[in-house]
């Protein structure tokens, strides 16, 4: 098993700017989540879903979509970059919500400009 | 709302020397704990958790956290400190039987010295 992929490892954008950050894994988890990463503020979830087609909002999910359309799938949008959101993005599943050990991709490091 | 507070945000220890990572946490419900470790570059990792029972819980790597639900505490630590214990370890919590969320402390990094 790959367990929870990410890509791209590393990416630069403009302000304003699109971008797709995806998160796959292989396990048939149906919890995901994706949390962003800021020094000294540990973890904050962004969204997370419960299943194909259930998603809920987070602690910060402003500038952030995400939809959840396979069990395997799960991207997160940002619509128009800004600088705030230069982070390292992790991408987490588990067999059940939050209580059940969260399985961690290897991150995003993303520096908008 | 749960919070969680990690006193420390650095703690700088010798090699075979004993540690201790403090977390606090407040909550209204009944809560579940949890602490990860991230090594360089890597992901989270689950390190231990406590659910339900006995209130001290033990990892497979001689790491333990004990509950302490009078004074709002799940303290993580170990007797001995290795060169690999070098990494953040982060102190989570989640509220209530049917939580979906988990709320992360700021982070501890530990710098294990020879």
């Known amino acids: 098993n790959a367990g929870v992929t990410q890509t791209p490892k590393f990416q630069v954008l403009k302000t304003g700017q699109s971008m797709t950050l995806q998160c796959a894994q292989d396990?048939?988890?149906?919890?995901m989540s994706w949390y962003r990463q800021d020094p000294g503020m540990g973890l904050r979830l962004i969204h997370y879903?419960?299943?194909?087609?259930?998603?809920d909002q987070g602690e910060v999910p402003n500038g952030y979509n995400v939809s959840r359309s396979t069990t395997e799938d799960f991207p997160l949008r940002l619509l128009s970059a800004a600088p705030s959101q230069t982070s390292v993005y992790f991408c987490?599943?588990?067999?059940?919500?939050?209580?059940?050990?969260?399985?961690f991709g290897p991150g995003t490091r993303l520096l908008v400009l | 709302a749960q919070s969680v507070t990690q006193l420390d945000s650095q703690v700088p220890v010798f090699e075979e020397a004993p540690v201790e990572l403090r977390c606090n946490y407040s909550s209204s419900v009944s809560v579940y704990l949890f602490w990860y470790v991230q090594y360089p570059n890597q992901g989270l990792q689950l390190l231990l958790k406590?659910?339900?029972?006995?209130?001290l819980v033990e990892s497979i790597n001689g790491f333990e956290a004990e509950f302490n639900k009078s004074q709002t505490s799940f303290h993580l630590r170990k007797p001995s400190v290795h060169i690999s214990d070098t990494a953040e370890y982060f102190c989570?919590?989640?509220?209530?039987?049917?939580?979906?969320?988990?709320?992360f402390g700021g982070g501890t990094r530990v710098l294990v010295k020879p």
């Open positions: 406590y659910l339900s029972g006995s209130t």
């Open positions: 879903s419960v299943g194909a087609g259930i998603t």
């Open positions: 396990m048939n988890h149906e919890y």
């Open positions: 989570a919590v989640s509220e209530g039987a049917a939580g979906n969320k988990l709320t």
């Open positions: 987490a599943s588990s067999y059940g919500g939050s209580l059940e050990t969260q399985y």
